[in-house]
């Protein structure tokens, strides 16, 4: 059975880099059948994507997140991981990881249908 | 970039319908998805592709679409269904998401 568990720190500094880990198990992070994606939630708010990871050589981004975040994975550690530059109290979120089922044949869109617990990120000094 | 709207709250007697709509000028070209989220916790898929359930939903929870708008149905509401909805699409050429704004489902 598949689970994802996030870990990294707590609370980041604005102006500096967050760094987040999924941890995998249940399935290879190389898999042509899975996904894997990292979406947040702000206090009160609802769910934004922020970047998936398809085969460890395909990425895709929010286009309003972009430029300042990367999403790689670590084949060896069966982990996946996000990095957010120059955070600011608007990165302040819970964030999960998640994964979604890709077919092998037709229209392949992402969806999500395992998730990680979430882990809670501050951004403050 | 794209929208999808989806009502802020619905409310609902249990026992009863409730419908959940989600609305997007993209809709008609992609699959939506459904979660629904708990206070606290993660959200759980309840519907793929329009219509599809995975193993272990009740099948109290269907999903529609028609033109531009999609629905998630609940029938025979529990009070366990108290909870906020996200609807979620995929652009099939860039493969950008976009999550609804959620609805809240509060049952009476």
């Known amino acids: 059975q598949l689970q994802l568990q996030e870990s990294g720190p707590g609370l980041v500094k604005p102006s500096e880099t967050l760094s987040l880990t999924c941890t995998v198990s249940?399935?290879?992070?190389?898999?042509?059948?899975?996904?894997w994606g990292w979406i947040r939630q702000s206090p009160g708010k609802g769910l934004a994507w922020i970047g998936s990871?398809?085969?460890?050589?395909?990425?895709y981004y929010n286009p309003s997140l972009k430029s300042r975040v990367i999403v790689s994975a670590d084949t060896s550690r069966s982990q996946f991981s996000l990095k957010i530059t120059s955070v600011t109290a608007a990165d302040t979120a819970i964030y999960y990881c998640?994964?979604?089922?890709?077919?092998?044949?037709?229209?392949?869109?992402?969806?999500?249908?395992?998730w990680g617990r979430g882990i809670l990120v501050s951004v403050s000094s | 970039s794209y929208e999808l709207t989806q009502p802020p709250s619905v409310s609902v007697s249990p026992g009863q319908t409730a419908t959940i709509t989600c609305s997007g000028d993209s809709l008609p070209k992609q699959f939506t998805f459904w979660y629904q989220q708990k206070t606290g916790q993660a959200p759980v898929l309840l519907i793929y592709k329009d219509t599809e359930r995975p193993s272990g939903i009740p099948d109290r929870f269907s999903g529609s679409s028609s033109g531009t708008s999609v629905t998630l149905t609940i029938s025979g509401v529990q009070a366990e269904d108290e909870a906020d909805y996200y609807c979620?699409?995929?652009?099939?050429?860039?493969?950008?998401?976009?999550f609804g704004g959620g609805t809240a489902l509060t049952v009476l």
């Open positions: 249940g399935a290879s992070i190389t898999s042509q059948s899975n996904s």
């Open positions: 998640a994964s979604g089922f890709v077919p092998t044949s037709g229209p392949r869109p992402l969806y999500f249908d395992t």
């Open positions: 979620q699409s995929t652009d099939i050429a860039s493969s950008v998401v976009e």
């Open positions: 990871l398809y085969q460890n050589r395909f990425m």
